[in-house]
């Protein structure tokens, strides 16, 4: 899982909480513009030497930034920093089930549509799509211009699933976390992965019963 510099970090400690809940073992990159945005939004520093500290107290935090418990096991993830090209997720060989990038700056987008490789992340999703595993990409900006939506096209093309972080109102949302689970539900979706962040839709019968 990659974590890029675009608004929406809530975004992004929901869906890491939903994959350890899951049992899933997850490779972390935090990459160096995130952690500006992470600090902005949560006011926490995250640091290479001390990161399960920094993770912990980090998943811990709501939607509304208040400090909260955690007390998940964090020996299912794995941290890599951003700028170690030689790391287990620039190889192919490395073997992962897919890649989630949650959220996905438009910087991101773009390094990652033309191959850039300029860090890790970009790296790993570079490798995630040449090896034809799953990449979903969680956007997280508006509005989008033409350069942008191509970069999103070619994402498409190449095989990765574009999914904008673009919460709902059906499920029945009552608080801020409602709407940010429900995107980490949709990324989780993408990916296969099991969770009940939120209630699914199931259609409504009016007018009497209907079969199908």
């Not at 990159?29 to 920094?54: C, K, M, N, P």
């Not at 990765?160 to 109102?169: D, G, H, I, N, R």
Request: hydrophobic residues 45%; proline residues 4%; aromatic residues 6%.
């Amino acid at each position: 899982m990659g974590v890029s510099g675009a608004s929406g970090t809530p975004y992004a400690a929901a869906v890491l909480r939903a994959l350890l809940a899951a049992g899933e073992s997850v490779d972390l990159i935090v990459s160096r513009a995130s952690r500006l945005t992470l600090l902005d939004e949560t006011g926490i520093s995250f640091r290479d030497a001390h990161w399960q500290d920094d993770l912990r107290e980090w998943l811990s935090r709501g939607a509304d930034g208040k400090p909260g418990t955690f007390d998940a096991d964090l020996h299912g993830v794995r941290h890599w920093s951003a700028g170690d090209l030689a790391a287990g997720p620039s190889s192919g060989s490395y073997p992962v089930k897919g890649m989630l990038i949650v959220p996905a700056s438009t910087a991101c987008v773009a390094g990652v549509a033309l191959g850039l490789s300029k860090d890790l992340l970009q790296r790993a999703a570079s490798v995630t799509l040449k090896e034809g595993r799953k990449l979903v990409v969680a956007v997280r900006e508006t509005p989008l211009n033409g350069q942008t939506l191509r970069h999103l096209v070619a994402l498409d093309d190449a095989g990765a699933t574009v999914l904008p972080a673009s919460p709902a109102f059906y499920a029945g949302a009552t608080h801020i976390q409602d709407l940010v689970d429900f995107v980490a539900g949709r990324v989780l979706d993408a990916a296969g992965v099991p969770h009940r962040l939120y209630r699914r839709w199931e259609g409504e019968l009016g007018g009497g019963s209907r079969t199908t």
